[in-house]
C-alpha cells in the first residue's frame, strides 16, 4: 500500500485505538488533549514519511510516538491522578509500563469508551455523533451526512457533548448492568451506521468502503467477546453485516460501478461469512425481543439465496412489513416495494410506491423507473432522468445512466 493510500488507511484504524487509550489514562476531561497528540502523530508521519520513506512497521511507529507525545505531556502537565501513582516521579515514567497499547488493553478502552460516549447525559443524537467521531474517526462532513445536516450544527453539537461529558465527570469504563442495557442501543446504531456508510457512501463519492465496514464488524464483534455486553440484538447486528459483506467483491466491477444484485457472480460471494451470519443469526435467537436487526439480518439472509422464488419473496416482504412496524424508514419502505413488485407484481407496487412520495430522493426514482420499465417506458425514462439530476456519486450517474440507455436503444 503506498504512503498516501497507507496514512488514511492507519487514520482509520488506528486514531480511535490510541485516543480511547489516552482518554482513558488521562479521564474524559482530558478527551480533546488525547486527539491533539494523535493528530498530531499523524501530522507528522504524514512529513516523516513523505521525506524518509516508511517506516518497517507503521502501526508501531505510530504507537511509540503517540506514546513519547503522551509521556511529555504527562511530565509536562503533572496528571498524576488516581490513574496514575502520585508518589511516582516524571522521570520514571516508562511507555512499557505506563502506556498500555496492547492489544488488550485498546479493546478494553474501546469498549469502555463506547459506552462512556453514549452516556444518557447527553443527547441520543450527540451521542451518536460523537461515537462517530472518536471510536470511528468521522469527519464533521460525514457526521453531517449521516444526520443530513451542516457541518456547522455538528460541530457545535460535538462540543457541547464533550463539555457535558467533562462538566459530568464521566467516567471511562463499562457500567453497570442496567445502565450497559440502556445504552446498547445507541453503540448498535453507530455501529449500523458505521457500516453503512461503508457498504454505500454517500460523503466520499464512492460505493464501496470496506475499511469501514471492516472497522464496524470488528468493534461489533468486542461486544459480542464481552460477557456483559453479548446481546442477542449485537449478534443479529453482526449477521446482518456478514451477510452483506459475504457480497464485497461481487458488488462492483472492475471499473467501481455497481452490480445489481441479480447480474451478481454468486461464485464471488463469501461462502464463509455467509456461514458466520447463520452462525451469529442462531446466537440471536434468544429472549423474547424482536429488533430491527434481527429482522434486516433474515431479510440479508433470503438474499444470500439467489434464486428467485415466490417463497423467497414473499418472506422477504412479510420481514418488511414487521420491520417498518418496528421502526420506519423511506429507505426500508423502498426495498419493501421492490420486494412486493417481486412477489405480488409490479402493478400493485407501482401503486404502493407512489404512496411513499419521495420526490426528493433519486432511490425512489429510480426504483419507479425500474417498476414502470416494460409497463409505461415513457413515464420510466422520466423518472429515471428524474434520478440522475437527483443522485450524487458518480456510481448512481453511472448506473441510472445505463438504465436510460437501455430504454433509448
Not at 428524474?386 to 450517474?397: F, P, Q, V
Request: overall charge negative; charged content about 25%.
Amino acid at each position: 500500500m503506498k504512503e498516501q493510500e497507507l496514512i488514511p488507511h492507519l487514520f482509520r484504524t488506528e486514531y480511535s485505538k490510541i485516543v480511547a487509550v489516552l482518554s482513558k489514562l488521562f479521564g474524559i476531561e482530558y478527551m480533546e488533549t488525547a486527539e491533539d497528540i494523535v493528530s498530531d502523530t499523524f501530522l507528522l508521519a504524514a512529513e516523516t514519511w513523505g521525506l524518509k520513506g516508511l517506516p518497517k512497521n507503521p502501526t508501531a511507529w505510530l504507537y511509540t510516538v503517540s506514546k513519547n507525545k503522551a509521556i511529555d505531556f504527562l511530565r509536562r502537565e503533572k496528571l498524576f491522578t488516581g490513574k496514575i501513582i502520585p508518589a511516582i516521579k516524571p522521570e520514571s515514567i516508562s511507555p512499557e509500563h505506563e502506556i498500555d497499547l496492547s492489544s488488550k488493553n485498546i479493546n478494553d478502552s474501546q469498549l469502555q469508551m463506547m459506552f462512556a460516549i453514549c452516556h444518557p447525559c447527553i443527547p441520543t443524537e450527540a451521542q451518536i455523533g460523537l461515537s462517530l467521531n472518536i471510536l470511528c474517526g468521522f469527519g464533521g462532513e460525514e457526521i453531517a451526512d449521516a444526520f443530513l445536516t451542516n457541518k456547522e450544527t455538528i460541530y457545535k453539537r460535538l462540543a457541547r457533548a464533550k463539555e457535558k461529558l467533562r462538566t459530568e465527570k464521566v467516567e471511562i469504563e463499562l457500567p453497570v448492568q442496567s445502565e450497559i442495557n440502556s445504552r446498547l442501543e445507541t453503540v448498535l446504531t453507530t455501529l449500523y451506521l458505521l457500516f453503512s456508510e461503508g457498504y454505500y457512501s454517500t460523503s466520499k463519492n464512492t460505493i464501496l468502503r470496506k475499511d469501514l465496514c471492516i472497522e464496524a464488524m470488528r468493534l461489533n464483534l468486542m461486544l459480542i467477546q464481552n460477557e456483559q455486553t453479548n446481546t442477542a440484538p449485537a449478534n443479529a447486528l453482526l449477521a446482518l453485516m456478514c451477510f452483506h459483506s459475504s457480497r464485497f467483491e461481487a458488488r462492483t466491477n472492475q471499473n467501481g460501478d455497481i452490480i445489481l444484485y441479480e447480474e451478481q457472480d454468486e461464485s464471488l460471494w463469501n461462502k464463509e461469512l455467509i456461514e458466520k451470519g447463520e452462525h451469529y443469526l442462531n446466537c440471536a435467537s434468544t429472549g423474547t425481543r424482536l429488533s430491527k436487526y434481527h429482522l434486516e439480518a433474515a431479510i440479508a439472509y433470503w438474499h444470500t439465496n439467489k434464486k428467485d422464488t415466490k417463497e423467497k419473496w414473499e418472506n422477504i416482504l412479510q420481514l418488511y412489513n414487521k420491520l417498518l412496524q418496528i421502526e420506519y424508514s423511506p429507505i426500508a419502505a423502498l426495498n419493501r416495494t421492490y420486494a412486493l413488485a417481486k412477489a405480488n407484481g409490479k402493478e400493485e407496487a407501482i401503486i404502493e410506491a407512489e404512496k411513499l412520495g419521495l420526490s426528493d430522493d433519486h432511490l425512489y426514482h429510480s426504483l419507479l423507473g425500474n417498476l414502470y420499465s416494460g409497463l409505461d417506458n415513457a413515464k420510466a425514462l422520466q423518472h429515471f432522468k428524474t434520478a440522475l439530476a437527483l443522485a450524487r456519486s458518480g456510481t448512481d450517474r453511472s448506473a441510472i445512466t445505463k438504465n436510460i440507455d437501455r430504454l433509448n436503444s
